[in-house]
């Protein structure tokens, strides 16, 4: 199996929805995608695609994964918890251990592509997740502010530390379209942050409302396809070959 994380320094600049949207590209495009949901605490990749909250064991006591409409296999916390709002209020080393497990016990079937949706941060979860999963590739997401961009760059080192491989970067909500006037708003700024010979621009991403709409009724797999089809091409010919499509940027 294929292992691909999506990481960011920072919280809230949209790794959930590049890492459900990845998935739902690559399930398009060759199929066989699952997602880790390695955010115990903040679990809400099973919310995003829709997945329905189960706690089903096989007979050997492997965890059996939801599954989305599309066929993306989900391992999450918080498919196991009986509500959403229940909170998980646990110490660093014991979500380390859930992390350890979810990858380990949960039957993965045929899935050949894992996409782990990473806490954020670069603290102890993210690390087990480095070390424990030791991703193919990793993707990090930023938005386009100086102090966001510099934190993900942190995420980049970290990964380059544990002997990872970042494969590029991702700009998210880089700017939206005014609906009255049609105008393009910069609102983070125009850092494009990425686009670097250690750190390739992989996607800038608009800031859509439909999006937040979609992932939020649980259809995230639907949201900007167009996109989320060249993320994931890039990603595939990366794993296969170590390189990127030439001029494949969204
Ligand atoms: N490009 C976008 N356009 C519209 N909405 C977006 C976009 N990217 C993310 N969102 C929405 O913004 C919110 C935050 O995104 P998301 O949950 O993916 O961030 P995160 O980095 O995973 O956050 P956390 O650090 O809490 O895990 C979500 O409601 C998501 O659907
Ligand atoms: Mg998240």
Known sequence: MRIIAVMSGKGGVGKSFVATGLAAGIQRRVGHA???????????????????????????GRFVPGLSSDGIRVSSMSLMLPSDEKA???????????????????????????????????????????????????????????????????????????????????????????????????????????????????ATLPLMPEWAALADRGEAAKAASDEFDVLADAVLQHLDTGTMPAGRHV
């Open 34 to 60: 699952a997602v880790l949901d390695a955010d115990i605490t903040g679990a809400s990749v099973p919310h995003m695609l829709g997945v329905p909250r189960s706690a089903r064991v096989d007979a050997d």
């Open 88 to 202: 998980v209020i646990w110490r660093g080393p014991l979500i380390s251990r859930a992390i350890d497990q979810l990858f380990k016990d949960t039957d993965w079937g045929d899935a050949e592509y894992l996409v782990v949706d990473m806490p954020p941060g670069t603290s102890d979860a993210a690390l087990t997740v480095l070390q424990t999963l030791k991703p193919h590739g990793v993707i990090v997401v930023s938005t386009p502010q100086d102090m966001v961009t510099k934190i993900a760059r942190r995420s980049q080192d970290m990964v380059r530390q544990t002997g990872g491989d970042v494969i590029g970067l991702v700009m998210n909500m880089a700017y939206l379209w005014c609906p009255h006037c049609g105008e393009r708003i910069e609102a983070f700024g125009t850092n494009s942050g990425g686009g670097s010979d250690d750190l390739p621009l992989l």
